[in-house]
Nanobody
Framework: QVDLVESGGGTVQTGGSLRLSCKVN??????MAWFRQAAGEEREFVAS?????YYADSVKGRFTISRDNAKSTVYLQMNSLKVEDTAVYFC????????????????WGQGTRVTVAS
């Protein structure tokens, strides 16, 4: 069993940075991912990490996923933010799957809202 709690969302200007955190209560060695859902849109894959990071093309070079096992926390560092990055960001976990299909992920957090203002 894994419980996920996201934090770090907020409002930032275009070009700014935010770091999201996902506190993992349970096994930290699971594959971890971030998804996002903009208003009126379907939830989409952002990044994942098991042995190596994997990114959606839309965030590659701007976002970095990492984990600190000592703190049982997974991070999403978001730089050069754009208005189109505005969404609710969700943390997800799976015992071993680290791909982009959200249906594969068994555990989800409640989400944290990110707003990028122009």
């Amino acid at each position: 069993q894994v419980d996920l709690v996201e934090s770090g969302g907020g409002t930032v200007q275009t070009g700014g940075s935010l770091r999201l955190s996902c506190k993992v209560n349970g096994r930290i060695d699971y594959a971890m991912a971030w998804f996002r859902q903009a208003a009126g849109e379907e939830r989409e894959f952002v990044a994942s990490l098991r042995w190596s990071p994997y990114y959606a093309d839309s965030v590659k070079g701007r976002f970095t996923i990492s984990r600190d096992n000592a703190k049982s926390t997974v991070y999403l560092q978001m730089n050069s933010l754009k208005v189109e990055d505005t969404a609710v960001y969700f943390c997800a976990a799976h015992e071993y799957y680290s791909g982009a299909r959200q249906s594969q992920y068994a555990y989800w957090g409640q989400g944290t809202r990110v707003t990028v203002a122009s």
